[in-house]
């Protein structure tokens, strides 16, 4: 009972299916859940109706229906298959026209015309292939009904109209131009004659298989009817080829008046459509083919519901000679076979409770990660501004190094162009004494110890200056490479920072990119701040307030990052430094060294990257899309305070 209550509900849904498409839905987890919900309580319904015994007179009449709606769709799959060979019999019928009528224009050589009435003819053969177009879709499509028909009409009549203006505007007013017009109307009439008894001829196809159906049930009432109409479309597809005669007549006539020009034009035209009605026909074959294919498929799902169907009887039929007693074991095993179902639903239902809280878990989870980068986002920034607060220091020391040791260079040459021209000048001297003075007297030997003496002291005094000198010439060499050290290990750094910035901005929301900009406006305001007063002591207040803000910053945020635990006590140690350095005067001499490129007048304030050069103010970095110094493309911009 079970099975044949089944196979009949799965066959007509099938049926529903297939007659009534709609679209794909994309089902969420509510409405899966609703789904299985609804399946299991209609699961219960069917359990409780088995237990009643309510199932069993039910099933006849469903195998019945099914039944009916097998044959009518036999029915109808075959008329389809009909009217589709009706009309692959029409197109072929009209293709062998066409090639007979380019058959004729090859052979018949007459003398050409004027132009209008070449132009004429070309119109009149387009009205009249288009027209038998529009014909053959007419027969084909047999579900249309009259309401299409005036729409055709009008396309006619616009291109009637149309050929009629063009030829008025570009012909002579003769005789003979007065009869091709005769000629051309008389066409139109006929190509319109044509058109309505093809509308007609389909209405009456549709109102007869109407009839036909309704006829299952009274097929005594509706045979004068049928046959009535049978009769019609028969008298009418009788005067349509008439018709057609009568046009493929005068076609004749009008090719053969036509010149050879005109004729070619022609022949090309119709070549063109016969290879487009031939590529029509091969997908007319290829969607019979498809057609054939799915009614076969169709006709053995058919056979398979037979055959279920002839299970299912016989297996009423031994059901109906079982004894109560097995009647019970047998709704008793389809009860168990239910409840598995039913708990196989209950487990699919708690799967789908367990990811949806899952996939809450992660969303939590991904929400609580989003907000610490975008933490991790900002202090990376700021630890980014101090980082580039240190590289503008490190720049002032290497620049004070390095002048420092210009000038202890410039000390050491000039002490060793003294000592070599006195060494010089006493070797000259004593030499031209001696030459010159020879005979006048000669000097003690104990003075020219004492002379001697004093010699080497004076030399070894300027032998230590000089080794002083080349101490502090080292020294200054090794704290230069210290500071170039420092500042390639602080660029390095300062670019590890930049990627993890780049990095967390890819996955953190824009409360980053908010806090970022406050902070950049109260470090404007503080620049605005120095520049309106100008005064040396605002600015160390200034950057006394900033060192100790991002000492604070650096502490609260400490514990976040062990990994920036080491560059942290390194900022800390510079930042205690530039303290300690805010009361000493900086030198006159590297003064300029920190003044924007561009403008020449307020100091810089912007490191730009990423040739991370430090020449140029705020509003200079905002106006300037290139660097002064290299050339390069700014793509971001660090400002700092001054």
């Given at each position: 009972m079970e099975e044949t209550h089944n196979t009949l509900k799965f066959a007509s849904r099938a049926k529903r299916v297939e007659i009534y498409a709609s679209r794909n839905r994309i089902i969420d987890e509510k409405s899966l859940i609703k789904k299985y919900q609804k399946e299991i309580s209609s699961l219960k319904q069917e359990l409780d109706q088995l237990r009643r015994g309510i199932v069993g007179g039910a099933s006849q009449e469903e195998i019945m229906s099914l039944r009916q709606q097998l044959e009518e769709g036999q029915v109808k799959m075959q008329s389809r298959l009909e009217e589709e060979e009706e009309a692959k019999a029409a197109l072929m019928s009209r293709i062998q026209r066409l090639t007979k009528l380019i058959l004729v224009s090859t052979k018949n050589n007459i003398p050409a015309l004027t132009d209008g009435h070449q132009r004429h003819n070309s119109v009149s053969e387009q009205d009249k292939l288009s027209t038998s177009q529009d014909s053959s879709t007419l027969v084909q499509n047999e579900g249309t009904t009259k309401d299409h028909l005036p729409d055709s009409l009008d396309e006619i009549n616009q291109l009637r109209s149309g050929s009629g203006e063009h030829s008025s505007a570009t012909c002579s007013a003769t005789d003979s131009m007065q009869a091709g017009f005769t000629a051309s109307d008389h066409m139109d009439l006929l190509i319109e004659q044509i058109k309505m008894l093809a509308g007609e001829v389909a209405f009456g196809t549709s109102s007869l298989k109407r009839l036909i159906e309704q006829s299952i049930d009274d097929p005594e009432g509706s045979k004068d009817q049928i046959e009535n109409l049978e009769r019609e479309i028969q008298q009418k597809r009788r005067h349509m080829r008439a018709l057609e005669k009568q046009i493929m007549e005068s076609g004749e006539a009008s090719v053969a008046n036509a010149s050879?020009?005109?004729?070619?034009?022609?022949?090309?035209?119709?070549?063109?459509?016969?290879?487009?009605?031939?590529?029509?026909?091969?997908?007319?074959?290829?969607?019979?083919?498809?057609?054939?294919?799915?009614?076969?498929?169709?006709?053995?799902?058919?056979?398979?519901?037979?055959?279920?169907?002839?299970?299912?009887?016989?297996?009423?039929?031994?059901?109906?000679?079982?004894?109560?007693?097995?009647?019970?074991?047998?709704?008793?095993?389809?009860?168990?076979?239910?409840?598995?179902?039913?708990?196989?639903?209950?487990?699919?239902?708690?799967?789908?409770?367990?990811?949806?809280?899952?996939?809450?878990?992660?969303?939590?989870?991904?929400?609580?990660?989003?907000?610490?980068?975008?933490?991790?986002?900002?202090?990376?920034?700021?630890?980014?501004?101090?980082?580039?607060?240190?590289?503008?220091?490190?720049?002032?020391?290497?620049?004070?190094?390095?002048?420092?040791?210009?000038?202890?260079?410039?000390?050491?040459?000039?002490?060793?162009?003294?000592?070599?021209?006195?060494?010089?000048?006493?070797?000259?001297?004593?030499?031209?004494?001696?030459?010159?003075?020879?005979?006048?007297?000669?000097?003690?030997?104990?003075?020219?110890?004492?002379?001697?003496?004093?010699?080497?002291?004076?030399?070894?005094?300027?032998?230590?200056?000089?080794?002083?000198?080349?101490?502090?010439?080292?020294?200054?060499?090794?704290?230069?490479?210290?500071?170039?050290?420092?500042?390639?290990?602080?660029?390095?750094?300062?670019?590890?920072?930049?990627?993890?910035?780049?990095?967390?901005?890819?996955?953190?929301?824009?409360?980053?990119?908010?806090?970022?900009?406050?902070?950049?406006?109260?470090?404007?305001?503080?620049?605005?701040?120095?520049?309106?007063?100008?005064?040396?002591?605002?600015?160390?207040?200034?950057?006394?307030?900033?060192?100790?803000?991002?000492?604070?910053?650096?502490?609260?945020?400490?514990?976040?990052?062990?990994?920036?635990?080491?560059?942290?006590?390194?900022?800390?140690?510079?930042?205690?430094?530039?303290?300690e350095k805010d009361t000493d005067p900086l030198s006159d001499k590297d003064g300029n060294s920190h003044v924007c490129k561009v403008c020449f007048e307020s100091a810089t304030a912007a490191v730009l990257l990423p040739c991370r050069h430090f020449c140029l103010c705020k509003p200079c970095s905002l106006a300037c899309s290139e660097c002064p110094l290299c050339r390069t493309r700014i793509a971001d911009r660090i400002i700092t305070f001054t």
């Open positions: 050879m020009v005109d004729m070619q034009q022609t022949i090309t035209k119709l070549t063109a459509q016969c290879s487009e009605k031939a590529f029509e026909l091969e997908l007319k074959s290829a969607d019979n083919r498809v057609l054939q294919e799915q009614l076969q498929q169709k006709n053995a799902e058919v056979n398979d519901l037979q055959e279920k169907v002839f299970h299912l009887e016989q297996q009423l039929s031994a059901k109906v000679g079982i004894s109560p007693e097995q009647e019970t074991d047998c709704a008793q095993q389809e009860a168990i076979d239910l409840k598995s179902k039913l708990q196989s639903k209950e487990a699919e239902f708690e799967k789908l409770k367990f990811e949806h809280l899952k996939i809450t878990e992660e969303q939590c989870d991904l929400i609580n990660q989003n907000h610490k980068l975008s933490e991790e986002a900002a202090y990376a920034k700021e630890l980014a501004s101090s980082a580039a607060v240190e590289l503008k220091n490190l720049a002032e020391e290497v620049t004070k190094l390095s002048v420092l040791n210009v000038k202890q260079a410039k000390e050491l040459l000039v002490a060793q162009e003294m000592a070599h021209s006195r060494v010089h000048g006493r070797k000259g001297r004593t030499t031209s004494r001696g030459r010159d003075e020879v005979g006048t007297w000669s000097l003690d030997l104990e003075d020219m110890k004492i002379e001697l003496q004093a010699r080497r002291q004076r030399e070894a005094a300027l032998e230590a200056a000089l080794a002083e000198k080349e101490l502090l010439e080292e020294e200054y060499k090794k704290k230069f490479d210290e500071a170039k050290k420092k500042e390639l290990s602080l660029e390095n750094d300062l670019a590890g920072m930049w990627v993890l910035v780049a990095k967390l901005k890819r996955g953190a929301l824009g409360i980053s990119d908010f806090n970022v900009d406050d902070r950049t406006v109260n470090l404007a305001d503080i620049t605005n701040g120095t520049k309106e007063n100008k005064g040396e002591k605002n600015f160390a207040l200034v950057e006394k307030q900033v060192s100790e803000d991002s000492v604070k910053s650096l502490s609260t945020e400490e514990h976040r990052s062990p990994e920036f635990e080491p560059l942290l006590v390194r900022l800390k140690a510079k930042i205690q430094e530039m303290k």
